[in-house]
C-alpha cells in the first residue's frame, strides 16, 4: 500500500517555478497537516521522504505526533529539476521555451535539465522497489511533491510514458493533503 502525500504551502510567491529549488514550507501550515495526517496514516508506515526541505519538515512533524512511523529520504522523490527555470515566475519564461517542451514533451528538457522521461523513470524507479518490498511489507508514505504524486498516479493505472503535454493531469492533491493509491 502507498498513500502519496503533498508538502504543506512553500514560502515562495505565487507564480514562481520551484521544482527542485529547495524552498522552505510554512511551519504553522506543516502543522496542521501533520496533525491531519497522523490521524489517517496507517500505523507502523515507513515514509520515503523527497529531500527537499519542504517535505522532510512534514515527515519530521509527522514522526514526532507518530514515533511508529519510520522515514528516510529518498531523492528519486525530489521535483522536477527546472533548471535555468527555477525560480523564475512562469510568466517570464518564454513562449518558445514552452512550445519546445510541448512539440516534444517526453524528452525536452525545459530549462535544459530534466525532461519529463527521466522525471517518469525516476519516479518509475521508487514505485517498483515500493511494490517489490516482499520483505517487511509495510505500507509507505510518500511526502513529496505536485509533479511526483502525478506521475506515480499516472505509473500506478499503468502508464509510464506521456508524450501529449495535454495528458499530463492538471488535478492533483492541495498542499498537506495525502491519499492511498494502491
Not at 522532510?56 to 533548471?83: N, V
Not at 505500507?139 to 504524486?149: D, F, L, M, N, S
Request: glycine share 6%.
Amino acid at each position: 500500500m502507498i498513500w502519496l502525500v503533498r508538502h504543506a504551502q512553500p514560502l515562495i510567491a505565487p507564480g514562481i517555478c520551484y521544482g527542485a529549488l529547495d524552498v522552505a514550507a510554512d511551519l504553522e501550515a506543516t502543522r496542521a497537516a501533520a496533525d491531519i495526517l497522523a490521524l489517517s496514516l496507517p500505523q507502523h508506515a515507513e515514509m520515503h521522504v523527497s529531500p527537499l526541505q519542504r517535505c522532510e519538515l512534514l515527515a519530521h512533524i509527522l514522526y514526532g505526533l507518530r514515533p511508529d512511523l519510520s522515514y528516510k529520504l529518498d531523492t528519486r522523490l525530489a521535483e522536477m529539476d527546472f533548471g535555468a527555470f527555477e525560480g523564475q515566475r512562469w510568466d517570464c519564461i518564454s513562449v518558445q521555451a514552452y512550445d519546445a517542451w510541448t512539440a516534444d514533451f517526453w524528452q525536452y528538457r525545459f530549462g535544459g535539465v530534466e525532461s519529463v522521461a527521466e522525471f517518469m523513470a525516476r519516479v518509475a524507479l521508487a514505485w517498483d522497489d515500493a511494490l517489490a518490498d516482499h520483505i517487511e511489507r509495510r505500507p509507505q508514505v510518500w511526502i513529496t511533491h505536485a509533479g511526483v504524486i502525478r506521475a506515480a498516479t499516472l505509473i500506478s493505472r499503468g502508464i509510464r510514458e506521456i508524450h501529449d503535454a495535454a495528458l499530463w493531469p492538471t488535478q492533483g492533491l492541495a498542499f498537506g493533503e495525502g491519499r492511498r493509491v494502491n
